[in-house]
């Protein structure tokens, strides 16, 4: 079973990269899909922070652009973690508990233990908790932040923080979606991850006219200017969005100028045809992608999306667009995520890129891996960690 996925993996993995090297201008090139364990490892940790989901990678410096500089620094954003201790045989030791939001900042451009700095909150009792709470106009007792992507623009770091609640029914996984907001400090704060200002953000629609599933933004943040590195910039900022279908999500976009990031009235949600001011008049962009994903500016004019197949399959994959509203090509598999042969009851999701972290010739992605068997997690504390993957070409 293994050595026919992992076959498929290879061929599939040509078919993928030949569409991805075409799009960067490198297609007669050598290439490879590997896994990238100095990125997994840096998360390997047996005291305090020890596990999470919900990675993304924030250049603080606001470039996507690889630069081994000592001084570079990355936000790395995480949802529900695991605080504690691991002990010799990778087994969660008593007092270990779950918040549901923790940071990192990790200073340059290596997986380097030494360089990364984990943060989460304190409770009044002196215990681990969220670092994120929600506190707007529009939150309500009981709700907890997932965090969405970020992006550190005019002086400030933004994070966007999905607004949860718990089910009474349970439902599929005993949560669900209340509603949006922007979560921001500014860059040079003394205390940066105790100054965040929340603001309520109108990007979100729980029941959408026309049948649709529930509209939420701040999935993926693709900064196509000047200062980000765009190769090709137009000076916008996109925001990526799903629309929450029945067992499918549907990738949606906004954009807006960065100096108006905050000023949720000068978003335009692309229709289809044109960019319109009211977020249901968003059009699918195209289906079968993950709620966090990236989109990625490449070289000759094209833009590569990476996400988990239909949300929760093993699979890796991406496809390219003609422009940041597509139309997006086919889906091509990039990755076999192998966990699901080898730890029970796993499943892996939210595939995204991260550019800034990735050396010339290379592209490196992540995904979480999760277990149903919430138990299993104290008996396996590598379970819940992040894994990491690259594409080499040009090598």
Known sequence: ???????????????????LLGAVGAAAQPFTVEAAPEWTSLFDRREGWTGADGIYAIPLDGSELYRPQPGRRTAFVFSDTFIGRVDENGRRLSGTTMVNNTMALLQGSEPDPSKIQFFWGRNSQGQADALFKPDTPNSRPGEWYWLGDGVALNGK??????????????????????????????LNAPNPYE???????????????????????GGAIMVNTV????????????????????????????????????????????DGVEWNEDVE??????????????VTPLPNGKFL???????????????????PTGPFGPATRLWYCDEVNSI??????????HP???????????YNVNCGDFWYHFENAAAYRPRFIRVRYGQ
């Open 1 to 19: 079973m293994k050595t026919a996925a992992r076959l498929c993996v290879h061929q599939c993995s040509m078919v993928a990269l030949g569409v």
């Open 281 to 294: 008049a968003s059009a699918v962009l195209t289906g079968r992608v993950s709620p966090e994903c990236s």
């Open 157 to 186: 770091l933004h994070l966007f923080g999905n607004r949860i609640r718990r089910t009474d029914g349970g439902g599929v996984w005993g949560f669900e979606g209340t509603g949006l907001a922007l979560l921001s400090t500014p």
């Open 305 to 323: 999306l990476v996400y988990q197949e239909d949300t929760l399959s093993p699979w890796v994959a991406c496809k390219v667009g003609d422009s």
């Open 195 to 217: 100054s965040f200002v929340q603001v309520d953000c109108p990007a979100y629609i729980k029941e959408p006219s026309g049948g649709r599933g529930e509209i939420i933004f």
């Open 344 to 353: 029970p009851d796993a499943f892996v999701y939210n595939a995204k890129a």
């Open 356 to 366: 800034h972290l990735s050396k010339p010739g290379e592209l490196l992605i992540s």
């Open 227 to 270: 200062g980000a590195g765009a190769p090709h910039p137009d000076g916008y900022v996109y925001i990526y969005g799903i629309q929450n279908d029945p067992w499918i999500k549907k990738l949606l976009v906004a954009r807006v100028r960065p100096e108006q990031f905050e000023v949720f009235s000068a978003w335009r949600y692309w």
